[in-house]
C-alpha cells in the first residue's frame, strides 16, 4: 500500500490515548489543522525528531495547534518516551494489528501528516527531515496567522536530514 500523500484525503481514525480519551481525527479537524506523528519508541529517528516536534507543539498550542503523535508500541513504553524525550502532546496508541498505519501505509517511523480541517493531507514527511518541519511551522503560522520563534536556535547543529 502506498503511503497517503499530499493532496489525498487522510484516512479517518479513531485511537485511544495514553490519557484514556478517544480521538476521532473528524472531531479533530473541527478544530483546526491536526499535525499526525506516527512513531515507535526503539526508533533513533523518532527520538531525535520528537523533541523538534514538541516546539512546534508548544508554539502553536496557545492558538489551538494539536500534534497527535501515533504509537506502534503498548501505552507503558510510549508513556516512557514521552517523558524521556519531553513530549507533551497526545499520545495515541495504534495496536497490533495497526490498522491505522496500514491505513496510512506507513513504511518508515517517523512518518509525520499534516492534515488540514478539510481532510487533506497538506504535506507529509517520513524520517527528520528539517526543511520539512520548517514547511510544517510555515504552514502552521500562516493558518493561525501568527509568527513563531525560529524552530532551530543558531547554536544547534541539526542535519538536513535522518533516514527513519
Known amino acids: 500500500m502506498a503511503t497517503v500523500a499530499a493532496g ?3 484516512p479517518p481514525f479513531e485511537l485511544t490515548g495514553t490519557d484514556g480519551s478517544l480521538y476521532r481525527l473528524g472531531e479533530g479537524l473541527r478544530h483546526g489543522p491536526v499535525l499526525a506523528a506516527f512513531f515507535k519508541v526503539s526508533c533513533p529517528t523518532c527520538q531525535y525528531a520528537f523533541p523538534f516536534i514538541e516546539r512546534i507543539y508548544q508554539q502553536f498550542r496557545p492558538q489551538g495547534g494539536q500534534v497527535w503523535s501515533i504509537s506502534q508500541d503498548d501505552a507503558r513504553a510510549s508513556e516512557r518516551f514521552a517523558k524521556e524525550h519531553g513530549v507533551s502532546f497526545p499520545i495515541l496508541i495504534d495496536d497490533h494489528p495497526y490498522e491505522t498505519s496500514r491505513a496510512y501505509g506507513l513504511k518508515y517511523v517517523p512518518t ?3 492534515i488540514l480541517p478539510n481532510g487533506q493531507v497538506d504535506l507529509m514527511s517520513d ?18 496567522s501568527v509568527a513563531p ?5 543558531p547554536n544547534e547543529r541539526v542535519p538536513e ?4
Open 8 to 10: 489525498k484525503h487522510a
Open 112 to 114: 509525520l501528516f499534516l
Open 127 to 144: 524520517g527528520f527531515a528539517r526543511a520539512d518541519l520548517i514547511e510544517i511551522q510555515k504552514r502552521l503560522a500562516k493558518h493561525f
Open 149 to 153: 520563534p525560529a524552530l532551530f536556535l
Open 161 to 164: 536530514f535522518k533516514p527513519g
